[in-house]
């Protein structure tokens, strides 16, 4: 995997020439309008890297997108990478490992989601706070690298508090319904069933998504901060559960992009 790690980062690297990105970025389904904000100074194709894995999805563009947002320098996956795809928990966060070695500070993560928690409504953003593993794999299993991070990384705090105190104050300031919670991590790809929506939300859960975690993971185990943000797209109230079609979902994401993109936008602003 090391080996794996430094011929990517390498590729890419002779390909950007000197650029250095400070913040890395993945957009999650329907939410890739960010990438129209970023002064774009380079883009690659997944399937042009060596390794990277190539997004299946056909609403996921499969870019590499470096260049300049809100005054800071970043490199942003527009199309994440999913476990249900057939790859490997390595190689979907391969991309998270390859941003911290081209010289990322932060991690900036957006999904689409559905809520548990009937405060949450559908078109509101949930900014995660912590969050519940039920992919039933782990990105750090096998052998540990001690040059990419510990044998047992620390979790008490996956997501950066000061980011998530002055993105709760962003949203606030332009009257956007967003919250704080937890977020629970399944495989996918089916959504979920009546009985599963009551019982993710009865073990804390407050939005269940197919992806987030293992990116997580890797980056805490990188030592980068993170901050994460889901929109939501459903509403897995188990009494009142009506049937959605991912075309619904991608469709309310894409309406409620603009909120996740002007938090995202201020917050990279205000870093130091």
Do not use: W
Request: charged share 20%.
């Amino acid at each position: 995997m090391l080996q794996t790690i430094y011929k990517t980062t390498e590729y890419i690297k002779k390909r950007v020439g000197d650029f250095e990105p400070e913040i890395g970025i993945i957009l999650g389904t329907g939410l890739g309008a960010l990438v129209r904000e970023i002064e774009v100074e380079h883009q690659l194709m997944y399937s042009n890297i060596p390794d990277f894995p190539i997004s299946t999805l056909e609403f996921h563009s499969g870019k590499l997108i470096f260049g300049t947002l809100s005054g800071k320098k970043v490199v942003a996956m527009q199309g994440r990478l999913h476990h249900y795809e057939g790859y490997s928990m390595q190689q979907i966060t391969l991309p998270v490992r390859v941003m911290k070695m081209l010289g990322i500070k932060k991690l900036f993560v957006s999904n689409a989601s559905g809520s548990l928690n009937p405060a949450i409504k559908t078109g509101d953003l949930m900014i995660i706070n912590d969050h519940i593993n039920l992919q039933g794999e782990n990105p750090l299993r096998g052998r540990n690298f001690d040059e990419l991070g510990p044998r047992f990384p620390d979790m008490s705090s996956p997501y950066d508090k000061d980011l998530i105190g002055h993105g709760i104050e962003i949203a606030a300031k332009h009257g956007i319904a967003c919250h704080q919670g937890v977020y629970v991590s399944v495989p996918g790809p089916n959504l979920e069933t009546r009985a599963e929506y009551r019982y993710l939300r009865i073990i804390g859960g407050d939005a269940v998504g197919m992806s987030t975690v293992p990116e997580v993971i890797v980056a805490n185990h990188m030592q980068v901060p993170v901050f994460a943000v889901s929109v939501i797209t459903d509403e897995g109230f188990h009494d009142v559960l009506e049937p959605v079609s991912v075309e619904e979902i991608i469709n309310v994401a894409t309406e409620a992009e603009p909120k996740m993109t002007t938090v995202l936008k201020e917050l990279i602003a205000s870093l130091n």
